[in-house]
């Protein structure tokens, strides 16, 4: 009975121990999940994608992380992004806004 008690509480320590672990590797990454991405890539560059994705419910949490707080009708927000060609000037959103319609495309389109 003493040998059985024992190992119980050493078994109860080593899931606390496994848990919490579990847990910072959960938080940490959600964190960094929140950040922009070159950060988030800098971050994704140590830790081993197996651990990420094997472990953890990293699709579920991009999707949550990344979810954004717009809903259909709403009004883009504004942005601007260098010119394709020279990448001298740069384009914002708003001041297309009225005049003429706009289409943007995420992704690769090739």
Same mark, same amino acid.
């Given at each position: 009975?003493? =040998?059985?008690?024992r190992?119980?509480k050493w078994l109860?320590?080593?899931?606390?121990v496994?848990?919490?672990?579990?847990?910072?590797?959960?938080?940490?990454?959600?964190?960094?999940?929140?950040?922009?991405?070159?950060?988030? +890539?800098?971050?994704?560059?140590?830790?081993?994608?197996?651990?990420?994705? +094997?472990?953890?419910?990293?699709?579920?949490?991009?999707? =949550?992380?990344?979810?954004?707080?717009?809903?259909? +009708?709403?009004?883009?927000?504004?942005?601007?992004?260098?010119?394709?060609?020279?990448?001298?000037?740069?384009?914002?959103? *708003?001041?297309?806004? +009225? *005049?003429?319609?706009v289409?943007?495309v995420?992704?690769?389109?090739?």
């Amino acid at each position: 009975m003493k =040998w059985l008690k024992r190992h119980m509480k050493w078994l109860k320590r080593g899931l606390v121990v496994l848990f919490v672990g579990y847990f910072g590797l959960f938080a940490s990454v959600m964190w960094a999940m929140r950040l922009p991405p070159a950060r988030f +890539g800098a971050f994704m560059r140590y830790m081993p994608a197996m651990v990420v994705f +094997g472990a953890l419910p990293a699709e579920r949490m991009w999707l =949550w992380a990344r979810r954004g707080a717009l809903t259909e +009708g709403d009004m883009a927000p504004d942005f601007s992004l260098p010119t394709v060609q020279d990448k001298s000037h740069r384009v914002t959103l *708003s001041s297309y806004r +009225g *005049s003429k319609p706009v289409v943007l495309v995420f992704g690769s389109y090739t």
